[in-house]
């Protein structure tokens, strides 16, 4: 097991610089040369020369992107053009909020897409079944950031029951994290349902039930258990969803976390805020993906076993 | 020989386009996502008859602004007084537009890339697909915004951000159907023959790897409209006064206490039309290959 750890913990160094070299490549696009905006109309050639120095802008596109790693890993992204404040320290303050948000949208969408899953599958071509598929496909057709316009007008402007927005008190966050939720749930509720199918099928559940196993115990401890290796890996795909979601939630719902960070940067041209803000929100991406194939491997003992010879 | 004989000795040949159309006309879901594929392509294409474009869709008419939805205006009117209806209605083509041609974009690009890797193999094919795996580790979402906002806000940059952040899947799908096809006779018999590598992938291979890159190319325009409009609520799509679904949603947002109508039809136009190109991508899916359906 943890051969196969150290392996893809190997595997992990080149994808995380490559995933860092796209995107200071495409922002690098994107800034141009903004010594021009930084030091003002009446500035020398000389003084725009030391502002390039000053601001890591000299050589070319390599140079840079090493100097911009070697920094990176010494914990410094630049600074803002903005905030003049530390990007490092910026997205430090807001990641706890998005970290959060995406926590609570992974409950809340694994709570909706596993019993909706099961559900469906157990009742297989039943009038039960086409309408949890016809619920779960209306998720995935549906933007969430008009399902959370849409529960901005009937939960908090119709009920009042929740904020519109903001993070003072904890019913905000509720909001946010079903308008990721649902759409994450759709696409999980129908992996659930069609590992559970492929399970269901299985020699061993009809032995559990000639012997005399109850239902409820063939579906959750015999049938469940080994549908959940694929839906485990869908989970860690999600979590970059939920992260690409939430640009658009934390928008919806003014939250001050990450997502709504770059958007603000991007309309101040803060490219050091933006750079700064993608690559780490990319690299966590990258080390969740790890993570949860770490745990796959510890569910599945097939994966387990090729590394344990 | 009677004529029940002479049927049974010739079976009358299907197509498989004839096959396929046979299974997707059996799937409900389907031949409805079909229907209103059709209905909705088909207003995107007569609109220009029934609205003029200036004076009914991008025209200020500050006394009739903010008016709910009523007889004369049935979706109602936005924060300058221009008829939602309409503009919902001629937003279909900018929808439209966007979605197919950056999944255009992605198909070109992913199915040369992923063929090329496939037929090749070897170490091309591993840095190819490593460099696939980087690119998919991205978010989408974020991929497509660090695009647009370094090449700027314009409709053609929103093709090609949404596109180039589409494109992994379908080097994906292509180097996998190559693969299945790489080894088989009739490829070894055009290299016997002398025949060029790329003749090969365009004559021999990709004809045989349509029903996958159909498949996903319809689910795929479905999510590309609705990256497209996510984008242009964030601000870095469609430029304004066009009438794009996420823009109008964006717009609809900043009046959303006291005028939420703006915000519902919009919306219900995107749902609706990604929905139907599920529905009709599910059903090639199970058409092409019905072992899938379960």
Known sequence: MYRYIIKRLLMLIPVLLGVAFIIFAIMDVAEGDPVYSVAGADATEEQLDLLREEMGLKGTLLERYFRYIVKMFQGDLGTSYISKQSVMKIYMQRLPNTLKLASLTMIVSVGMAIPLGIYAAVNQNSFKDTISMVISLIGLSMPNFWLGLLLIIFFSLELGWFPTGGNEEFKSIILPAVTIGAGLAALMTRTTRSSMLDVLRQDYLRTARAKGVSEGKVINKHALRNALIPII????????????????????????????????????????????????????VTLVNLLVDIVYAYVDPRIKAQYTK | M???????????????????WRQLRKNPGAVIGLIIVI???????????????????????????????????????????????????????????????????????????????????????????????????????????????????????????????????FIRVARAAVLVVRGEEFIEAARAIGMPGWKIILVHILPNCLSPLLVQATLRVGSAIISAAQLSFLGLGV??????????????????????????FPGLAIMVTVLALNLLGDGLRDAFDPKLKK
């Open chain 2, 39 to 169: 209905l909705i392509v088909f207003m995107a294409l007569i609109t220009p008859l029934i609205y003029d474009y200036d004076a009914d869709v991008i025209k200020n008419n500050i006394k009739d602004r903010l008016q709910s939805p009523s007889s004369k205006y049935w979706f109602g009117t936005d924060d300058l007084g221009r008829d939602i209806l309409a503009r919902v209605i001629y937003g279909a083509r900018y929808s439209l537009a966007v979605g197919v041609v950056a999944v255009m974009i992605a198909l070109i690009i992913g199915v040369t890339i992923g063929a090329i890797a496939g037929y090749v193999g070897g170490m091309f094919e591993n840095i190819v697909m490593r460099i696939t795996d980087i690119f998919s580790s991205i978010p989408s979402v974020l991929l497509a915004i660090a695009v647009v906002s370094a090449l700027g806000k314009s409709t053609q940059n929103l093709m090609l951000a949404v596109g180039l952040a589409s494109t992994a899947p």
């Open chain 1, 233 to 284: 890996t869908i989970f860690g795909v999600q979590f970059s969803n939920v992260l690409g979601g939430s640009v658009l939630a934390e928008t919806v719902f003014a939250w001050p976390g990450v997502g709504r960070l770059v958007v603000d940067a991007i309309d101040q041209r803060d490219i050091p805020t933006v750079t700064g803000a993608l690559v780490m929100t990319t690299m966590l």
């Open chain 2, 239 to 264: 430029p304004a006064p066009a009438p794009e679904w996420g823009a109008m949603l964006s717009t609809g947002r900043q009046y959303i206490r006291d005028y939420s109508y703006m915000t519902l």
């Open chain 2, 2 to 20: 009677t004529a029940a004989e002479t049927t049974l000795a010739f079976p009358k040949k299907r197509s498989s386009t004839a096959l396929v």
